[in-house]
């Protein structure tokens, strides 16, 4: 998918209370010719262990809406090995591109999508993808920022999720009943992990962080859920899935 506009080039500083971030941005100099610095909006709720760490390149959002309270929002951190994307709603606007492009051979057969798909009073899913006959695919989908070094160091495993989370364990409870009530509703079930950077070639839950959400995507996996993993190419002008999918490392 291509941003609506090219990302502006700045400085990641530090993040503090989740959702704001001291930047510096590199196309705008106060009067001393040093770099502007900035309060830029965080759009994530995790931890972003790993990637918020300390200072680096970074790439932003400006927004030109005069009823925001914030003029930027951080969109990418340049680390060592890749650039790694940082807002969550990315997630589900490249799912969303990729159902329409018929990117995934598993997705081409169905034909309708809704986004926010409300399946009790309490509980909404990502998305329910529609076949011709009436049968459904539930999907959800998680925003993966955080890697984890195997072995030699050159195995670069995603991780979800980034700090403990009871809605995600939740999610994960609901799409196993969907599968339990097959074959007779005939509709499937899945969990999408979005990984924002593209150095990582195999996915695992991150168990030493929450350890039940790692055996509930277990069970889950056994029970019939699909589990899928795509790494993120992200440009300053746009994010891309890469073709091939991570290995999956869950049982």
Not at 139 to 159: C, F, H, L, W, Y
Not at 185 to 207: C, G, H, L, Y
Not at 215 to 242: I, K, P, W
Request: charged share 25%; with cysteine.
């Amino acid at each position: 998918m291509q941003y609506p506009s090219r990302l502006i080039e700045g400085h990641f500083l530090k993040r503090y209370k989740r959702f704001f971030a001291d930047v510096e941005i590199a196309d705008e100099l106060t009067v001393s010719g040093r770099n502007k610095k900035a309060v830029a909006h965080v759009a994530n709720t995790g931890s972003l262990r790993g990637v918020c760490d300390k200072p680096a390149p970074c790439r932003l959002t400006r927004h030109d809406d005069p009823n925001r309270k914030l003029k930027y929002s951080l969109e990418q951190i340049q680390l060592e090995t890749s650039w790694v994307g940082v807002n969550t709603r990315l997630a589900n606007d490249i799912v969303a591109e990729a159902f329409e492009l018929k990117l995934f051979k598993h997705w081409r057969h169905y034909s309708e999508m809704q986004r926010e798909f409300r399946i009790s009073d309490k509980t909404r899913l990502d998305f329910r993808f529609t076949d011709p006959r009436g049968h459904s695919h539930f999907v959800e989908v998680k925003s993966v920022s955080m890697t984890t070094p195997r072995g030699d160091g050159e195995n670069i495993v995603a991780q979800f999720p980034d700090s403990p989370t009871v809605r995600g364990q939740k999610h994960l409870e609901e799409l196993m009943a969907i599968v339990q009530q097959a074959p007779r509703s005939k509709n499937s079930a899945e969990i999408f992990f979005v990984v924002q950077r593209a150095d990582a070639r195999t996915f695992s839950p991150a168990a030493h962080i929450d350890n039940k959400y790692a055996e509930l995507l277990r069970q889950a996996h056994r029970a019939g859920v699909q589990v899928s993993a795509y790494a993120v190419d992200l440009t300053s002008d746009g994010a891309h899935f890469l073709p091939t999918p991570l290995r999956l490392d869950i049982d």
